[in-house]
């Protein structure tokens, strides 16, 4: 799966980026296949 993420290309820009595109996208799928229904719930599980 991180494969697939990570292939995805990232549009933010450069100025500024830590984390990884492909690292939210994952945690966000996670988060989503755990029923996190929002952000807060997000936030709790990672």
Same mark, same amino acid.
């Not at 595109?21 to 936030?43: H, T």
């Given at each position: 799966?991180?494969?697939? $993420?990570? /292939?995805?290309?990232?549009?933010?820009?450069?100025?500024?980026?830590?984390?990884?595109?492909?690292?939210?996208? $994952?945690? /966000?799928?996670?988060?989503?296949?755990?029923?996190?229904?929002?952000?807060?719930?997000?936030?709790?599980y990672?």
């Open positions: 799966m991180i494969s697939y $993420l990570r /292939a995805i290309p990232d549009p933010r820009m450069r100025r500024g980026v830590r984390i990884p595109a492909w690292y939210l996208l $994952l945690v /966000a799928v996670l988060g989503i296949l755990s029923n996190c229904q929002s952000l807060r719930d997000l936030e709790r990672s």
